[in-house]
């Protein structure tokens, strides 16, 4: 089974804080993605990686940066954490070989969240 | 925006009743996908259908597709306690990026 780990389920940091969220997947996908979820707005993804040093940003990539060094790793860094960061941070994987023209059919499987809060 | 909307936002039925969710879009799509969320946890896929799909059975689960509408349902049959949990749709148009709705939350009661 794929597996999924995200290194902390709960964070408690302080505003300017720099946070590091840590995701690794064991199963080679090729594909990285970081959403945040809060109540009512659903899952919005914050940045993507399709490659090892490749990052594309998602639809609210403000305020955050990722790293891809290795295949099975990708960190999402808040370089300075504020109150309106408080959210589930979800990430998630997905192979490339299931991408056909037009876009990709796999799925995403996914971490079990890291919710951070910044006081 | 392209994200998908599902609706209801809550639905508590009894044990053994049926359970349908829907889900609509904005923009043409590749796909459209089901997840799972339960309370504090990740999302769990649960069936995918293709664009030129319009139904889909697994299990339990029978999802349907109408693009002319741009819209999709989920409908569990005789739901259990242990499918109380967010359901999700997720459509992808654009590489990579996969747009969630703001969920569906379904209570079984037992």
């Known amino acids: 089974d794929v597996k999924v780990t995200q290194s902390s389920r709960y964070l408690v940091k302080r505003t300017g804080e720099k946070v590091f969220l840590e995701c690794v997947q064991d199963?080679?996908?090729?594909?990285m993605f970081w959403y945040r979820q809060d109540p009512g707005l659903g899952l919005r993804l914050i940045y993507f990686s399709y490659d090892v040093k490749m990052k594309e940003k998602g639809d609210i990539p403000e305020g955050y940066s990722v790293s891809r060094e290795k295949k099975e790793r990708f960190s999402l860094i808040l370089e300075s954490a504020s109150t309106n960061q408080t959210s589930m941070y979800l990430c998630?994987?997905?192979?490339?070989?299931?991408?056909?023209?037009?876009?990709?059919?796999?799925?995403?499987?996914f971490g079990e969240g890291s919710r951070l809060t910044v006081l | 925006s392209q994200q998908g909307e599902e609706d209801p936002q809550a639905l508590s039925i009894q044990e053994g009743e049926n359970a349908t969710m829907n889900c609509s879009y904005k923009t043409s799509i590749n796909n459209l996908q089901w997840y799972r969320q339960n309370s504090g946890r990740g999302l769990v896929h649960l069936i995918l259908?293709?664009?030129?799909?319009r139904e889909k059975h697994s299990g339990r689960l029978r999802v349907t597709l109408d693009t002319s509408k741009k819209s999709s349902s989920l409908l569990i049959t005789a739901s259990r306690a242990a499918d109380t949990a967010s359901y999700f749709c997720?459509?992808?148009?654009?590489?990579?990026?996969?747009?969630f709705g703001s969920g569906t939350k379904l209570n079984v009661k037992p």
């Open positions: 259908i293709r664009s030129n799909e």
């Open positions: 998630a994987s997905s192979p490339s070989d299931r991408f056909i023209a037009g876009g990709p059919t796999g799925e995403l499987f």
């Open positions: 997720a459509t992808d148009a654009r590489f990579n990026k996969f747009y």
């Open positions: 199963m080679d996908h090729e594909n």
